[in-house]
């Protein structure tokens, strides 16, 4: 009975993440002159036709958080840390570019206050 408990937690455990929009790969070019733009590419990566070009997305970080010795997990914050806008889909792949960084005035302050590889994406 333990094992057929397993499996069924594992395969709900996968689906769920088989949805999930995630960055995968951070690039950035490196300008010649001071004159060149300077790009920053997040990769994405997600089920066909969930990713659409010129569609915005919200940018969100899970924090685990621990009591001050670190010894227990108290639980988890899904942080907002900004929105990207998708600019080309290649069929489970996107490439997309900030749009802006959210304040946090008036949200959890993060240890990296800019996009990273694992954040999960929400669509807007």
């Known amino acids: 009975m333990k094992w057929i408990l397993f499996f069924v937690m594992l395969t709900m455990q996968s689906l769920a993440m088989a949805d999930e929009i995630s960055i995968f790969e951070v690039r ?8 060149d733009p300077i790009y920053k590419d997040f990769y994405i990566k997600g ?5 659409k070009k010129n569609q915005t997305y919200t940018v969100t970080r899970k924090v685990t958080m621990q009591d001050a010795s670190g010894s227990q997990v108290m639980g988890e914050v899904q942080a907002p840390v900004g929105q990207l806008k998708i600019i080309a889909v290649y069929g ?15 949200l959890p302050m993060l240890d990296n206050p800019w996009f990273m590889i694992g954040d999960s994406l929400e669509s807007n």
Do not use: C
């Open 28 to 35: 950035r070019n490196i300008p010649l002159s001071d004159t």
């Open 92 to 106: 489970k792949i996107a490439v997309a570019r900030e749009v802006k960084l959210f304040s946090r005035e008036d």
């Open 47 to 51: 089920d066909n036709g969930k990713l």
